[in-house]
């Protein structure tokens, strides 16, 4: 099987605009609800890379500011560039499986070929701190939602008026910022190209840190935009927009006859005229695309981010690392173990049906999904998997020689890989967690943890506590 692909020109030349190029990362994915993606699914004949049997186990993901191509069978990445200045929060392969639509952080969005990474178009985003991307469902324009002091909706059209993919900024939607009740959204024109770029202030990426802010928003196949705007002394909005982004309808999200804000966590793609809203304290409402109404609740118990349909069932995962289906009527209808207690983040499917794809903080799972005669869920398999560390690092340093990296994480594994690899060579294990790593020689690791234990590891065998000390280290 091919190793990872060569950067070719076309990434390069775009990454040599940024003043810090990336040639190395380590980790599985920096995945979200909506960044990650399976852009070789074989879901068109037609296309070339969907006659490769192999595309099945292949993930697009982002990781920081750059996008890897993981292949979860030969544990390896096919392709890794820098894609962005800033970190990669947004990431959607269009439904037309052409193109694919990125964001980052700072407000920097990109439209990409599909499977090929051959950047299209670029543009500036009016606001920063963008955490969500939503296609139409006829691949002709995307919207971005960013939070700040001036979130808003953005929507880009993608035409093809001069034989080459052209991104344009259609309207704007901001989100009041005041706290009178039935304040009117302001509809920005694209053609105000001259507007000052936001103020740094607005990149702090604090949800609901002014007031209103808009957190999600899909499109459903009429062209109407549902948007979920969160308001900080009030309860959740939400709104019905036009192709053109003409106010239709506003609605307070409401359940049980109360008024309590519910804290909108996930939002599902378009199905059968109804989204489904996660909240906080473990409920998912089932909306009515049009009437903007409740139609049910599940009380699933648990806190998702994210979810994925299986026909009529919703797919969500568990805090526990379980994937659990939920009927219609809200009636739970399997509860599996996801093979990782990693907190899921992102879900997608390889072949509909058949196999999911799971994307944790620290690690990225293939699934396979055995059903009955009838269609139901019998089990998960985790087929294969990229792992990386557990929780978060918080130790890093490279080997005297230059060749090695130490790095450590909150469980207390310690992992030694070398500089131009992407899986550990060496792996330990501590009792605490990990504060600090400090190179005694190149073949020598000093570990410091949070209970004051230091640990003096030899790559290659057990580490050996050398030292105690009250605090931490």
């Given at each position: ?288 695309s049009e009437s903007l109404a409740v139609t049910s609740v599940l009380n699933v118990g648990f806190s998702s981010r994210t979810c994925v349909w299986d026909g009529s069932s919703l797919v969500l995962p568990a805090d526990t690392g379980k994937l659990v289906w939920w009927g219609a009527g809200g009636e739970k209808l399997g509860e599996f173990r996801a093979g990782s ?133």
């Open positions: 099987m091919d190793s990872k692909e060569p950067q070719s020109a076309k990434h390069r030349s775009d990454a040599s605009r940024y003043p810090i190029e990336i040639i190395q990362s380590w980790g599985a994915a920096s995945a979200r609800h909506t960044s990650g993606c399976v852009v070789h699914s074989p879901r068109r004949p037609d296309h070339p890379t969907d006659k490769d049997p192999s595309s099945e186990f292949i993930f697009d993901a982002p990781l920081g500011p750059s996008v890897v191509r993981w292949d979860v069978v030969a544990q390896t990445r096919r392709l890794q560039f820098q894609a962005h200045n800033d970190l990669v929060t947004c990431m959607r392969l269009s439904p037309g499986g052409d193109y694919i639509a990125t964001s980052c952080y700072s407000g920097e969005v990109k439209l990409w070929s599909a499977p090929q990474w051959e950047c299209l178009a670029v543009a500036m985003a009016p606001m920063a701190s963008q955490h969500h991307l939503a296609w139409s469902p006829d691949s002709s324009r995307f919207l971005i939602v960013g939070n700040g002091i001036n979130s808003s909706i953005v929507m880009y059209s993608v035409s093809m008026e001069t034989g080459k993919p052209q991104l344009s900024q259609l309207w704007q939607v901001v989100a009041p910022q005041d706290k009178t009740k039935g304040s009117e959204d302001k509809v920005q024109s694209s053609l105000a190209e001259s507007e000052t770029p936001p103020p740094k202030s607005s990149q702090s990426g604090l949800d609901y840190q002014y007031g209103n802010a808009f957190y999600m928003a899909e499109i459903n196949p009429s062209g109407d935009v549902l948007a979920v705007m969160e308001r900080q002394s009030a309860p959740t909005l939400v709104q019905l927009y036009s192709p053109e982004g003409k106010l239709l309808k506003t609605a307070e999200l409401t359940v049980e006859g109360g008024s309590k804000k519910l804290g909108t966590l996930l939002i599902s793609t378009y199905r059968d005229g109804i989204y489904a809203l996660g909240v906080q304290g473990g409920r998912v409402l089932y909306l009515d207690a990693d907190y899921i983040v992102r879900l997608d499917w390889s072949v509909s049906g058949h196999a999911l794809w799971l994307c944790g903080f620290s690690v990225l799972s293939y699934l396979q999904v055995k059903r009955n005669d009838n269609g139901s869920v019998v089990s998960l398999t985790p087929s294969h998997m990229i792992k990386s560390h557990d929780i978060a690092c918080c130790g890093v340093a490279f080997s005297p020689c230059g060749q090695y990296l130490a790095s450590g994480d909150l469980a207390g594994g310690v992992w030694v890989t070398q500089q131009d690899d992407i899986m550990p060579k060496y792996k330990c294990s501590v009792s605490a967690s990990v504060r600090c790593l400090v190179w005694q020689d190149s073949s020598t690791v000093l570990i410091g943890c949070l209970d004051g234990v230091m640990h003096r590891w030899r790559l290659g065998s057990t580490p050996a506590v050398c030292m105690a000390v009250k605090g931490s280290v």
